[in-house]
């Protein structure tokens, strides 16, 4: 209905279908793209290991990381970006 939504909707899926052609470990890549005139749904790969935000929502706040770890994920983002 919002036209400035329906353009960075069809912004996002078409970097989602840009990313995934190149099956990037560190990205839930698009599986399928279900779209009718009332309604779009990407389906995307299962992440059983859950989303960065939970992820680092579960470390607890102003605890820390260890350097190991925290490098770790360092990477991974970096390289998904």
Excluded: F
Excluded at 57 to 75: D, F, L, N
Aim: with cysteine.
């Amino acid at each position: 209905q919002d036209k400035g939504m329906a353009a960075a909707m069809r912004s996002e899926i078409e970097a989602l279908q840009h990313v995934s052609e190149r099956k990037h470990p560190n990205v839930a890549n698009l599986v399928d793209l279900l779209e009718s005139d009332q309604a779009t749904h990407c389906v995307l790969e299962y992440c059983s290991g859950g989303s960065v935000l939970r992820y680092l929502q579960s470390k607890g706040h102003g605890i820390g990381w260890p350097e190991p770890e925290a490098a770790r994920m360092v990477v991974q983002v970096t390289t998904a970006l």
